[in-house]
């Protein structure tokens, strides 16, 4: 069982930066591969990047390659996304999200979700 709380959001200027953090409990956080998505409002739930268990692989949207990077840290429970040259489409709730599955860009896939925290850019 995984516990998911996200943090970090906040309101930034086009251009601007912010760093999300998921902290996971319990001492089985690096038995998952973690991802991001993120919603606005009005849309569907979107895949925005996952990490392999390890950190051994990343995988992006191609909306955010390039400026996003996630990354995680194991002995910490807790993966990052580290968001750059941002713009007002990325303004959503961003979600991290838990699975097992190998393939996982579909919500659907993941098992365990945090609460989401909004994040504003401003044109």
């Known amino acids: 069982q995984v516990q998911l709380v996200e943090s970090g959001g906040g309101l930034v200027q086009a251009g601007g930066s912010l760093r999300l953090s998921c902290a996971a409990s319990g001492r089985t956080f690096g038995s998952y591969i973690m991802g991001w998505f993120r919603q606005a409002p009005g849309k569907e739930r979107d895949f925005v990047a996952k990490i392999t268990r390890g950190g051994e692989l990343t995988f992006y949207a191609d909306s955010v390659k390039g400026r996003f990077t996630i990354s995680r840290d194991n002995a910490k429970s807790t993966v990052y996304l580290q968001m750059n040259s941002l713009k007002p489409e990325d303004t959503a709730v961003y979600y991290c999200?838990?699975?097992?599955?190998?393939?996982?860009?579909?919500?659907?896939?993941?098992?365990?979700w945090g609460q989401g925290t909004q994040v504003t850019v401003s044109s």
């Open positions: 999200a838990a699975t097992t599955a190998l393939r996982s860009r579909d919500p659907s896939q993941y098992d365990y």
